[in-house]
């Protein structure tokens, strides 16, 4: 069997260690671009000015959209400067427009997430929208960014509601590996999963169960403790590497069969996943003991666990056949379950997963 796992070429996370990034830029290039948005910029650059102020950082501003637009803005301006260190700082979108610039400039990228919402980070794939924000494809990079830079004492003062979207992204990077293992399917790097890989996913799920919780309230509080800092590394480091080198299945095929109903707009990335998580547990017919330890996880931090809790009705059918099709259209990640797959059987996990949800909630 040919196996292939694929990982960020450094990760540092800490307190702080946002003061480390002008040795980092000498040790990598000589001049940095580091894209950041608005709100970044005025929001937590501004409180580091013996970091950013340097001579050889040039800070841009990015325009809101990883689109085609930005892409050649940016690449533009890496020519224009002698640009030869790309960083991208803030959320998703800016870090993926970094990624995407490094790699078509053939220059090294520092990605510095603000938010522990996802697991992209980490990734060497990155997402393109049109200008009106309406989702055009996913590009692959030639390699995992260079370096990814957490600094705790940025995601512990960002709103809570990132990192409990982080780990439903994170909570469903243990059970699609289990799928694509199951089913000998294919990883998101081309090949089938490692031991290593295998087991960092377990790792990541062990810790939501254990820490998960206690992370949440710690990053209410605005406080760095050991839990935050084991659920910041699961949420981006163990997931990263857990999606990418041992697949995704039932949990974000779901979360993109959502995606087609406005409603569900307002909730995170992480919010739908976790909802795709239980709807995989009735697809594959979970035990109940598993199920119950997953639904109370999810109670527990708040992710949802109905459809109302991600803007939607149950008695909605028709809306929810529409996510189902939606869910089983060809080439979609739902096919690496070991299950019989289709919209019935799919729409069926979902009203499943809803009833159960609402069950447990009238009993509490
Ligand atoms: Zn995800």
Redesign the pocket.
């Known amino acids: 069997m040919r196996v292939k796992a694929v990982f960020p070429g450094h990760y540092i996370q800490g307190c702080g260690v946002i003061g480390e990034l002008p040795d980092l830029i000498d040790k990598l290039g000589n001049r940095a671009l580091l894209l950041a948005s608005k709100s970044v910029i005025s929001g937590i650059i501004s409180g580091y000015p013996d970091v950013f102020s340097l001579r050889n950082i040039s800070v841009d501003k990015f325009n809101g959209e990883c689109c085609h637009k930005e892409l050649d803005r940016i690449n533009g301006k890496i020519r224009d400067l002698g640009i030869d260190v790309m960083i991208g700082m803030g959320g998703g979108k800016v870090i993926d427009t970094a990624k995407i610039c490094a790699d078509n400039t053939g220059i090294p990228v520092i990605v510095i997430p603000t938010i522990a919402s996802?697991?992209a980070p980490c990734s060497g794939c990155a997402v393109v929208y049109r200008e009106n924000g309406v989702f055009e494809e996913v590009l692959y990079q030639k390699s995992n960014p260079t370096v990814v830079m957490v600094d705790l004492d940025i995601i512990a003062a960002s709103p809570h509601r990132f990192i409990v979207s982080g780990m439903g992204?994170a909570l469903?990077t243990w059970f699609e590996a289990r799928s694509c293992y199951r089913t000998m399917s294919m990883n998101e790097c081309g090949g089938h999963s490692t031991g290593a890989g295998m087991n960092i996913a377990r790792l990541c799920y062990d810790t939501l169960l254990e820490y998960g919780l206690m992370a949440k309230i710690a990053n209410e509080n605005s406080l760095v403790s050991p839990a935050l800092e084991y659920i910041v590394e699961a949420n981006i480091l163990l997931s990263g590497i857990g999606?990418e080198s041992c697949g995704i299945a039932c949990a974000?095929a779901v979360?993109n069969g959502l995606t087609i109903l406005q409603e569900s707009h307002d909730y995170y990335?992480?919010e739908k996943?976790a909802f795709g998580v239980l709807t995989g547990l009735h697809l594959t017919g979970s035990s109940k003991e598993e199920i119950d330890e997953v639904y109370s996880f999810c109670e527990s931090i708040g992710l949802p666990t109905t459809l109302a809790d991600i803007g939607l009705d149950y008695r909605d059918r028709m809306q929810l056949q529409k996510v189902a099709i939606e869910t089983c259209k060809p080439g979609s990640s739902i096919y690496n379950e070991a299950s019989q797959i289709n919209p019935d059987t799919v729409l069926n996990a979902i009203l499943m997963a809803d009833a159960m949800g609402r069950q447990r909630r009238k009993k509490a």
């Open positions: 996802t697991d992204d469903a999606f974000h979360h990335h992480g996943v």
